[in-house]
């Protein structure tokens, strides 16, 4: 496990950004899995500048997201679909048919998105960012770790953590379909961003804390390929 600290959020996250041009640069059909939230946020605004100066083509890309609200249509403004659009997709030479993201349709089929996955050749490079509550995707804190795509029902620190994107947490959907653990651990290459003072502890438990569901990131230290990068604030418990 490779872990980084930058002095600010932009810094952490735009060595993402250069992680995932490396890879589109060298091989210009890769498989992205990427992430929501406001952590990646300034890897996709670097990645749109270097598309719209002619260094990286997504013509060839595939991408698929780890989650999606549950019982929210993919036109509503807040659905994961609407953010990948405004922040990246709509941006960016894609091809609509090389998209995917797993569908807030409450009846949809997990395991149809993991063989979507599967037959593409698998994920090259996943991004992630991590809950204070260090979930990863939507992969909460449980007694077990869940391989596959599939339907979790949000706990109240998520609900809380993503009520600032609704008017009120009461808004915010109690439910989302995730990629897995498998799903992540099966990606050849894992890149998680964490930035603020309020995931300190879930850096810290990720990394130095035992392996357990309880800690969805902290299988993570089992990935082949595994890189963290963090801003000070999120890294401030690593002291030693
Ligand atoms: C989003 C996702 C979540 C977020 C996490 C952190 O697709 O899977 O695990 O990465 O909740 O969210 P932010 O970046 O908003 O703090």
Known sequence: ?????????????????FLFAAQITRKGDSILGLATGST???AYEMMVEWHKRGVLDFSRIRTFNLDEYVGIDYKNPLSYHAFMEENLFGKVN???ENIHLPS?????????????????GGID??????GRNGHIGFNEPA?????????????????EANARFFKSADE????????????????KCVVLVATGANKAQAVYDTIRGPITPRVPASILQLHPCCVILADREAASLMKD
Do not use: W
Request: aromatic share 6%; with cysteine.
């Open 1 to 17: 496990m490779e872990f980084h600290v930058y002095d600010t959020a932009r810094e952490a996250c735009e060595a993402a950004g």
């Open 40 to 42: 990646p946020i300034p």
């Open 94 to 96: 894609i091809r609509k």
């Open 104 to 120: 807030g349709n409450a009846a949809a089929d997990g395991e149809a998105y993991d063989k979507m996955i599967r037959d593409a």
């Open 125 to 130: 490079i996943q991004l992630l960012g991590i």
């Open 143 to 159: 007694d077990e770790f869940t391989y596959g795509t599939h339907v979790v029902t949000l706990t109240e620190d998520t609900i």
């Open 172 to 187: 915010v959907p109690r439910q989302a379909i995730s990629m897995g653990v498998g799903n992540i651990m099966a990606a």
